[in-house]
């Protein structure tokens, strides 16, 4: 649907959302309607037995699954959504065991069997048993009333009434048999054409050329033939054997295996993975573990329910499809969190997954542990002021609590840790960083973070930076503005308010139990205007800085964060720096110094969360309107940049501002395409066919076009979502609380997503 399609039918719903508990509704900003649409995902299941050789699989009319192998008849056994089940070895009909079956098919949604004697089904009280004269035969389709078409590639025979009613060769080896039942025609591919068997004259004729062809298959209806190659793929009118159009091989892999026509959408399997052709003449790519056991596709039919089954040399992938609103999205990633990401609280990934197993994770501390339970606090608060469910709100206050104790669990007032863990589990040891040769500030190249805390029971992380700042502030601002608690508001106001007098006491830096400034937490002059207008930390430390000030001064009412603030934005040039153009932003000129150079080799994309967080103090607590007129530009003008990577959480931070152009058609298709198996499985785009690539630039923007979260390898709102491919073999998982949870609630807290609605 195109975006004047989505607004014209997007009607502000101001009976559902004045329920909600959101903030005031701004008028006239486009609100979707969160109807179930179609969401993806699979199940798979792993062959059981590495030499058995996989050809075939479908499903019958009771969704029963087989799979021919090398080894005989295969049926998937147990098997759930990021739990993988097996294929085993299929005894249900022992008679079937001792039989040399060569091909398995579906009739009339039944299961039909080809062997070196006959065609047989188990279907219609075992009655079909069509016998045959070729031992050899592999390949067979059904025709009308219970005929079939059976080769051994190159003779061919016709069997009708359980016995051979004509027989005859063909030039060329048979790659496959196909059965149009408009025309009552069978169609042979080979190599280098197509012909026909026509049942009622018994004549062999060739229709047309299929040069190159590995594969076939009818669609529309019977009226077209979509034939498979070792690049690309061409159509065929199925009357008269003319070739429709050039060849097509803007694909993401050309060399085609199967194609198929399930509901009506094409589907290809190659040797890179499996696509399925959309409206738009673009395709929707399932490939690397998160879909398919292994890229080399084998075959493809439908499963029961609108499933497609793709059959690799790896195991089964059974591709789903159910209705999901994007509320019931949440709630399954809801669910998902609190059973596997929460650590004393903290919210965090998963790591230690053996073969992206969640059952054998670990949880591990990380650098960001602070940021990201922040983020996931940040949803769960949102969750309760539109909905009130207690839940959400326990949710809420157990991270906050854990947020609390970054504070506590050392002895500097107002400093938060990174993160903490049992005493004894972390590496004490000097953490060597290369990049950190160029750093102006002297003492950083070895550092020891983990720290041991007064109890004895703990250690806890030092070193917090900028982007957890951010976080922090973005969390305890939603505290104290938002929630419904008096008491917890005052703790949230009291942790701002030591946070930020820690910062302003230490002349705008985070200083450590060493009494030094933490690497990335300098907000000073003397740091942020060092480095040249062009350097992207200018002008991102000068708006988060400018933020956090403004906040404390509206919570706390304290001159010195005013103070501060006006002095910065009017003195020091703050004002300026965080007003510059996001597109002068670029690398150091080569007479710059070499951390601003290192810094500035490409866009740091974690600048990008640091910035539309913070723009939750920057824009509400403007000291004044005309600065909040300023603050709009800025902000209008980041999203503009940003605009590409169709990213909700940017899109609807930047409608915090009241903005109606902020992109909602392209948020709710990154909230649905977000992938519901979030573990990080290697993932290869690089090579793909169907991509518009850019050259090389400072934003790392490599594509003309994003790809859907489901498809790429990043997910993190922090990491290049333009990033193609990556090696991480299913290590580990991410959780869904920052990055789909924040956004998907913020987005129902601005009032831009309603309710779900009954189709």
Not at 79 to 89: C, I, Q
Not at 563 to 590: C, F, T
Not at 749 to 758: E, Q, T, W
Request: aromatic share 12%.
């Amino acid at each position: 649907m195109t975006r004047l399609g989505i607004l014209s039918c997007l009607v502000i719903f101001l009976l559902i959302s004045c329920g909600e508990g959101k903030k005031e509704m701004i008028k006239d900003q486009p609100v979707y309607r969160d109807v179930a649409y179609q969401q993806d995902y699979s199940i798979k299941y792993a062959v059981s037995d590495s030499e058995a050789a996989l050809y075939k699989v479908f499903s019958d009319r009771n969704g029963v699954i087989q799979v021919l192998s090398s080894k005989g008849l295969l049926h998937p056994y147990a098997g759930e959504l990021l739990y993988p089940g097996t294929l085993v070895s299929d005894d249900t009909y022992r008679p079937m065991t001792d039989k040399k079956i060569s091909s398995l098919g579906i009739y009339q949604h039944q299961l039909v069997y080809l062997d070196d004697k006959a065609v047989l089904s188990n279907a219609w009280a075992g009655e079909l048993y069509s016998r045959h004269g070729l031992p050899g035969a592999k390949i067979f389709a059904g025709g009308k009333d219970f005929s079939f078409l059976i080769s051994d590639g190159r003779s061919l025979q016709y069997l009708k009434d359980n016995q051979v009613d004509w027989e005859g060769k063909i030039s060329g080896e048979v790659l496959d048999i196909q059965y149009g039942e408009e025309k009552n025609t069978f169609y042979i591919l080979t190599a280098s054409e197509v012909q026909t068997f026509s049942p009622g004259d018994k004549q062999l004729t060739v229709l047309g050329k299929a040069e190159g062809a590995t594969c076939f298959t009818l669609s529309k209806e019977g009226k077209e033939l979509v034939v498979g190659t070792g690049n690309g793929y061409f159509v065929i009118d199925a009357s008269t054997g003319e070739q429709r159009g050039v060849v097509n091989t803007k694909l993401p892999w050309t060399e085609i295996t199967v194609v198929r026509e399930i509901a009506g959408k094409l589907w290809f399997g190659s040797t890179r993975g499996a696509f399925m052709l959309r409206e738009d003449g673009k395709f929707n790519y399932y490939a690397s573990k998160r879909w398919l056991l292994s890229d080399d596709v084998k075959h493809i039919s439908e499963g029961e329910g609108g499933s497609v089954l793709v059959l690799t040399g790896a195991g089964l992938g059974r591709i789903e499809f159910r209705p999901m609103t994007l509320a019931a999205k949440a709630a399954f990633y809801d669910k998902q969190v609190r059973q596997r990401h929460i650590r004393y609280g903290l919210y965090c990934d998963i790591a230690n997954l053996r073969n992206g197993d969640p059952s054998t994770a670990t949880l591990l501390p990380r650098d960001s542990d602070n940021l990201w339970t922040a983020m996931y606090l940040g949803s769960q608060l949102f969750r309760y002021l539109v909905t009130h469910d207690p839940e959400a709100k326990q949710n809420c206050l157990e991270a906050f609590e854990a947020m609390e104790r970054l504070y506590t669990i050392h002895t500097v007032p107002g400093f938060f840790a990174r993160s903490y863990e049992r005493r004894g589990y972390m590496s004490f040891k000097n953490e060597y960083r290369p990049y950190l040769e160029h750093y102006w500030y002297p003492g950083y190249q070895n550092s020891v973070s983990w720290r041991h805390a007064d109890d004895p029971e703990w250690d806890w992380k030092a070193a917090p930076s900028s982007d957890q700042t951010v976080g922090q502030m973005f969390a305890l601002t939603l505290m104290a503005q938002y929630m419904d608690d008096d008491k917890v508001k005052e703790r949230a106001v009291k942790l701002m308010d030591g946070l930020m007098s820690h910062i302003v006491d230490h002349s705008l830096r985070l200083v450590d139990d060493n009494r030094q400034a933490t690497l990335w937490g300098i907000w000073h002059p003397e740091y942020v205007n060092r480095f040249p207008p062009m350097v992207g930390d200018r002008k991102l430390y000068s708006s988060n800085i400018i933020a956090f000030l403004q906040t404390a001064w509206h919570f706390t009412q304290k001159e010195k964060y005013k103070q501060m603030a006006d002095e910065l934005l009017y003195k020091e040039g703050y004002l300026e720096n965080l007003m510059r153009p996001i597109v002068s932003i670029g690398r150091a000129p080569q007479e710059a110094d070499e951390w601003s150079k290192t810094l500035s080799e490409e866009w740091n994309h974690s600048d990008d969360e640091m910035y539309f967080l913070a723009y939750w103090g920057l824009y509400p607590y403007a000291l004044n309107d005309s600065l909040k007129v300023k603050y709009l530009d800025a902000i209008r003008d980041h999203f503009e940049m940003e605009r590409p990577e169709k990213d909700a959480l940017w899109n609807f931070c930047y409608a915090l501002t009241g903005a109606r152009d902020f992109d909602l058609e392209e948020s709710i298709w990154f909230l649905k395409e977000m992938p519901l198996d979030m573990i990080e499985w290697s993932v290869t785009n690089s090579y793909r066919k169907d991509i518009d690539y850019l050259e090389a630039n400072f934003r790392g923007q490599v594509t003309a076009e994003i790809l859907p979260p489901d498809e790429r390898p990043e997910l993190k709102h922090n990491r290049n979502p333009f990033t193609l491919d990556s090696k991480r073999n299913g290590l580990t998982e991410q959780g869904a609380g920052d990055t789909f949870l924040l956004p998907y609630w913020m987005g129902r807290f601005l009032g831009v997503i309603s309710a779900p609605v009954d189709n």
